[in-house]
């Protein structure tokens, strides 16, 4: 058993999800006639993710942890998917579609956003697996 910090993304993988931000994808901004994110959705790359076994909804924290370790988002699964990947030697990569603010407060606004980054965070990941599809050298076909 190991001991890490920092769980690694395949890095051919992330390579080619770096051509997603060049690509002209369309995300949807609004979830309905009623709701709609006041900036366009747009995929961004290279920052960390970190994985919590508590829901982070506190402001200081959340700077904390971008000023101390670039970390942009928490959530409460991604490590799993990347440690059962690794322990089996699988490449993976982490996609997410981020919805809320912590500390930010609004709950209600936060649920239909919610339903918009995932939405958007499938469209991202289709279009990846499209990538991965047209570099033969990059599938795990086993």
Request: proline share 4%; hydrophobic share 45%; charged share 15%.
């Amino acid at each position: 058993m190991q001991q890490v910090f920092w769980l690694p993304v395949d890095a051919n993988w992330f390579s080619l999800a770096t051509q997603l931000q060049e690509l002209d994808l369309v995300l949807q901004q609004c979830l309905n006639e009623t709701f709609c994110l006041p900036t366009k959705p747009k995929v961004v790359y290279g920052l960390r993710g970190s994985t919590a076994d508590i829901f982070v909804d506190n402001a200081a924290y959340r700077k904390f942890l971008f000023n101390k370790f670039n970390i942009s988002t928490v959530d409460e699964e991604s490590s799993a998917v990347v440690m059962t990947s690794i322990t089996n030697g699988v490449p993976c990569i982490v996609f997410r579609g981020v919805s809320d603010l912590a500390g930010a407060g609004n709950k209600l606004e936060s649920t239909s956003s919610s339903s918009l980054a995932a939405l958007n965070a499938l469209a991202v990941a289709v279009e990846f697996i499209c990538l991965v599809g047209q570099q033969p050298n990059l599938r795990h076909d086993d």
